[in-house]
């Protein structure tokens, strides 16, 4: 198929339903408001349902249900949507239900403002909704990538009966790139025996539910949906090592646009005969910890770069447990680092100076 120049949020929403997604429950808030737009018209040319709920709170809901019925289905939000949905998404996860959500990210905390952060990442990996269960969380770096990893999304979903999240900034949403929307094979995936497509008699009673009053019974739930986080940390981890071949002295830790960015600092860097290396996570959570652990073990420091007061740090120092010296440098509130101030704050490190503070 020949590449077609989308932008981001077009891609992601066209990718869906390539993925066989023909249901999409959401509401309008920027800087993701193209996908809606674009859903509203193409799903029903396919047959499918596009649907504005009356609010995020009620899109969560109309998401369980569809996703209880055992379909493909689908939203996206930004951060304070993707708060209001959080009641519904933790209802979802103890329900052992299928459900894929995009979360174009803005500036936050509070209202914030409409250009790109990363500032989510905390939301996305730690603080989503209540009670014990977790999200998996892709971050694509380009546009191609984002369309290839709401594929790969649903059918994590399916495999695992848990939501997934494709978590992107507003440069991601935004952008416009060439996309080829690529030919796959199926992905064998366990029938959706489960799902309550009404009861004829020819099998046992279907009840989705996440309310259990026996304090044992919600125990093994619990349980249950910690062993698939275990599982999805054993078979799930993805990550980019990015000029990891040779010596480097420095490792950048960057995810999404900001690992772009990042490789564009490589780049020049070369010009200077500096090496730095990029180790870039693609699953959020689970975070690949072994393996940025044995990449920063040819580096003598790590700089931490994001779009954010330093969120991803936690997880570096989880990784690295004290090995390796780590700074960190950030800008946020909409504001994206060009590489000549990354470049500046590699130079620092490099002289034993501290990264400038905000």
């Known amino acids: 198929m020949a590449k077609v120049l989308m932008k981001g ?3 992601l929403a066209e990718a869906a339903i390539m993925a066989g997604c023909k249901l999409f429950f959401g509401y309008p808030i920027t800087p ?3 996908i809606p737009e674009y859903l509203s018209r193409r799903l029903p040319e396919v047959g499918g349902c596009y649907l504005q ?6 899109a969560s809901n109309m998401l369980y249900g569809a996703a209880g019925v055992g379909e493909r289905v689908f939203t996206s939000s930004s951060g304070p949507g993707i708060s209001l949905m959080s009641e519904g998404l933790s209802y979802i996860a103890g329900a052992h239900l299928p459900v894929v959500l995009v979360n174009i990210v803005r500036g936050g905390p509070g209202l914030g403002g409409i250009l790109p952060a990363q500032s989510d990442y905390f939301q996305a990996t730690r603080g989503i909704g209540h009670g014990d269960f977790r999200i998996l969380a892709l971050a694509p770096s ?7 990893l709401i594929i790969e999304a649903f059918d994590i979903a399916d495999k695992y009966r848990a939501p997934v999240m494709v978590i992107g900034d507003g440069l991601i949403g935004q952008m416009m790139e060439p996309v080829e929307f690529k030919e796959r094979k199926k992905a064998e995936l366990p029938p959706k025996t489960w799902a309550a497509t009404g009861f004829k008699g020819g099998r046992e009673r279907n009840v989705i539910n996440s309310l259990y009053l026996d304090p044992l019974e919600l125990e093994r739930n619990s349980w249950e949906l910690k062993a698939k986080y275990d599982a999805m940390a054993k078979d799930e981890l993805r990550w980019e090592l990015y000029n990891c071949d040779g010596e480097y002295d420095i490792l950048i830790t960057a995810y999404g646009s900001m690992a772009r960015i990042c490789k564009t ?3 020049l860097l070369e010009d200077e005969g ?13 975070f690949p910890y072994a393996q940025l652990r044995e990449a920063s073990k040819k580096a003598k420091s790590i700089l931490c ?3 954010s007061t330093g969120q991803m740090l936690d997880d570096i120092k989880i990784a690295l447990e004290g090995t390796k010296p780590i700074q960190f440098y950030g800008r946020t509130g909409g504001i994206v680092p060009p590489p000549d101030e990354v470049i500046e ?11 400038d503070k905000r």
Request: charged share 30%; net charge negative; proline share 4%.
């Open 32 to 34: 993701q408001n193209e």
């Open 142 to 148: 380009t546009v191609q990538e984002a369309a290839d």
């Open 305 to 307: 770069v994001e779009m």
């Open 53 to 58: 709920a009356e609010s995020e709170v009620a």
């Open 265 to 267: 600092v490589i780049k």
């Open 345 to 355: 704050q590699i130079k620092k490190v490099l002289k034993g100076e501290e990264v």
């Open 274 to 286: 500096i090496s730095v290396g990029l180790f870039r996570p693609i699953t959020l959570f689970p």
């Open 9 to 11: 949020n077009e891609a």
